[in-house]
């Protein structure tokens, strides 16, 4: 005889759900936080750029009329120091989505997602920086010798370590959207260019940059190492 272990009719108890994540779950900042920090943010932008922008166009404007060649030195210049701030960003971020301490306050396809978009923003402001110089004529650069390294006509071998970490950045962003073919494992070994990358973008930036010695840019390159 097969004894019957539960009784006809009794309810079945049911296995608590396991949880699927470790870690801090995204519950989101109180209302009144997101309130102040986005009227924070938007005081601070409108100051640096209420206090910052007529003085830059008006230089702009003066070096357009005075001496035009100049453009695109300053060109050069100003993406150079975005394209670095796009990548310690991304640098930062990653390694703050890497911890789960954004897990907290943000939702991880968003925190994954803004990761990726200033890598790419970095990628192009490195592209920018470099096409630029096209308009410099203090130097004959050409697109043979801002593309391959050690080729530049100046500082070749600073400017060859930002031409390498360069492409590396581009290997790293790049392999955002084949992270499924390749696997997580390979994506994460990939990953690890990252650091290579970062390294090599600063030491460009500090061994070649004409504002180096400038004590704003000193805190620059600081700030995110």
Known sequence: ??????RPGASVPRARPRSLRNGPVYHGLPRPVRAVAWLATSAV???VIGA?????????GATAALAPGMLAWYGVRTTGFLAYFAVAGSV??????????????????????LHKD?????????????LLLLGDHTYAFTLVTIAIPFASPYAPAPVAIGQLAFYVVAIV????YVRRQVGQRAWRLIHYLTFLGFVGVTVHGVTSGSDTSAPWAAWAYLVPI
């Open 1 to 6: 005889m097969i004894e019957m272990s539960q």
């Open 45 to 47: 932008l409108g100051i």
């Open 52 to 60: 910052t922008l007529p003085e830059a166009l008006r230089a702009l």
């Open 92 to 113: 930062i971020y990653g390694l703050l989505l890497s911890t789960k301490m954004l897990d907290a306050i943000a939702h991880r396809p968003v925190s994954f997602a």
């Open 118 to 130: 200033l890598a790419l923003v970095g990628l192009a402001l490195s592209g920018l920086h470099g």
């Open 173 to 176: 962003t790049g392999s955002f």
